[in-house]
């Protein structure tokens, strides 16, 4: 029998709406406006998924909005998701200086990447470049921070330059490098229950891409494993836009495109959700089988769904203006036939909720 998961109340009939958790094996886009519900919503699945299922699930959370997925609202305690929720492991990965902080470890990011942080060019900046590439030969410790001093004092003005280029760029000062601590994907690859990673609240706008950047190519590198993993991405625009131009943001477009290419058949899904379809590159929105739409007013908007997901009534995607929040139209292997639900409580708390008006 396929399990199940109860997500809220079928608009039409009161029944309770379900989806198919077996159906998390391709991929899911989920849209609608700012205000929506989206991330509210993606909670409440994300908790089923939990409570019913093993599927690991990695979760890169732009707003630290999931950052208290682990913690039961008294509300909701005695509840049967309740009980099976406090027995998942969830890792929640924050920046910050503490032992159990969001980290990356340098040494493991694919070499282009490296050279795009340093910002090095191959011909242009042959020497340096070239003592970049036998980094790892010459300083073996998995230490950044020792390495950077090493290089200052080492005799090599090459390996000088290097380091002088680490510092004048801030690379040194960066929170997230791993050194002897544990990295994200070290973590990521013992499979918790949930690994939450808040890619918000750190100092350089480069940091969160790094961050995605090094857990997306790391489950790539080891696809051939075939270990099953959802990974969630929120605000996917921000990680696969096809506005992203810099270096980074381009290498983070590419490698979810190519899990969402090729990733399926190695156990890689991706649930993406974002405010429009416009704003995740049409490469991946296409390989999405699954679709959640919430609300959305804009009609170039629903147009361009309705030509993507050609298996969804237009009749009923019409209908998202006029929904309410936390109303959403489910499509695809994920429910029996396209669906809209009201979405049923969130058994843990968020994170960021809206923030009220002031007062007087
Ligand atoms: N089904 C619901 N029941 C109760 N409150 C909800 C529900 N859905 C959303 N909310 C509340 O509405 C606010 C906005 O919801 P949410 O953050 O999920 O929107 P969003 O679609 O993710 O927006 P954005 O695109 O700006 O991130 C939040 O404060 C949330 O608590
Ligand atoms: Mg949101």
Redesign the pocket.
Same mark, same amino acid.
């Given at each position: 029998m396929p399990a199940t998961l109860p997500i809220?109340t079928v608009v039409d009939s009161g029944d309770i709406a379900e989806l198919n958790a077996q159906r998390f094996n391709r991929h899911t886009f989920w849209c609608?406006?700012?205000?929506?519900?989206?991330?509210?919503?993606?909670?409440?699945v994300l908790e089923q998924i939990l409570a019913h299922t093993s599927l690991p699930v990695v979760i890169l959370d732009p707003?630290a909005?999931f950052v208290r997925l682990g913690e039961v609202r008294p509300e909701a305690a005695g509840g049967s998701t309740a009980a099976a929720l406090e027995g998942r492991d969830i890792r929640v990965l924050r920046p910050g200086d503490r032992d159990d902080s969001l980290r990356v470890r340098f040494s493991a990011l694919p070499f282009p990447i490296k050279a795009a942080l340093l910002r090095l060019d191959p011909l242009d900046d042959r020497a340096e470049y070239n003592a970049l590439l036998h980094l790892q030969e010459r300083y073996p410790i998995n230490d950044e921070r020792s390495i950077v001093e090493r290089l200052q004092e080492s005799g090599d003005p090459v390996h000088h330059a290097l380091a002088e280029r680490v510092e004048n760029l801030a690379l040194d000062d960066w929170g997230l490098w791993a050194g002897e601590r544990a990295a994200a994907t070290e973590i990521i690859d013992t499979r918790p229950d949930a690994t939450v990673l808040d890619l918000g609240g750190f100092r350089y706008a480069e940091e969160p891409l790094v961050v995605a950047l090094s857990v997306l190519d790391d489950l790539w590198t080891r696809r051939e494993q075939r270990r099953p993993v959802l990974i969630v991405i @929120?605000?996917a625009h921000n990680l696969c836009s096809p506005d992203l131009d810099s270096p980074l943001g381009r290498a983070v477009r590419e490698q979810i495109i190519r899990i969402a290419a090729e990733g399926r058949k190695y156990g890689l899904w991706l649930l993406l959700?974002?405010?429009r379809p416009s704003k995740v590159h049409p490469g991946i929105i296409s390989q999405c089988d699954n679709l959640a739409l919430?609300?959305m007013s804009s009609p170039i908007d629903l147009h361009e769904l309705a030509s993507i997901f050609g298996f969804v009534p237009e009749s009923l995607i019409e209908q998202s203006p006029l929904f309410t929040?936390?109303?959403a139209l489910f499509a695809g292997g994920f429910i029996g036939a396209p669906t809209i639900v009201?979405?049923? @409580?969130?058994v843990t708390f968020?994170g960021?909720?809206?923030v009220g008006v002031p007062l007087r």
């Open positions: 809220g609608g406006q700012s205000g929506s519900g989206k991330t509210y919503a993606l909670g409440v707003n909005d @929120d605000e959700s974002t405010q919430m609300k929040q936390g109303m009201q979405m049923g @409580d969130r968020e960021g909720s809206d």
